[in-house]
C-alpha cells in the first residue's frame, strides 16, 4: 500500500536528521494517512478512501465530497477518487438535463 493521499496526492518527503553534533543522516517525512469513508451526496453512497488529515480538512471546508472533487484536478486524483469525480458529473449532467 503506498503512502499517497487519494485526494491531493500529497506523498513523502526526504529531509535530514540533524543530531547535536550536527551530524546529517538521511530520513523520510511521512503524510498522516487516515482510512476515512466519505459520503457523496449526488450519488447517495459512502466511499472510502486513504487521504491525509490536511484533505480531511480541505474537504469539510469546501462542503462535502462533492464540491472537493469538482474542484479537484484530474492529476492530483487516484484511479478511484478519479472514477467518483466521473461518476459524480455524470449524475449531475443528467439533472441538469432533466431540469
Given amino acids: 500500500m503506498s503512502r499517497v493521499c487519494e485526494l491531493t496526492g500529497k506523498g513523502p518527503m526526504t529531509g535530514n536528521n540533524v543530531s547535536h553534533a550536527n551530524n546529517k543522516t538521511r530520513r523520510r517525512f511521512l503524510p498522516n494517512l487516515n482510512d476515512v469513508t466519505l459520503q457523496s451526496e449526488a450519488l447517495g453512497r459512502a466511499f472510502k478512501f486513504r ?33 467518483v ?10 439533472a441538469d438535463a432533466l431540469s
Fill in 85 to 94: 469525480k466521473k461518476a459524480i458529473a455524470k449524475t449531475s449532467s443528467t
Fill in 51 to 83: 487521504i491525509s488529515a490536511a484533505a480531511l480538512r480541505t474537504v469539510d471546508h469546501r462542503g462535502g465530497l462533492d464540491k472537493f472533487l469538482a474542484k479537484a484536478k484530474d492529476s492530483d486524483l487516484s484511479a478511484n477518487a478519479l472514477k
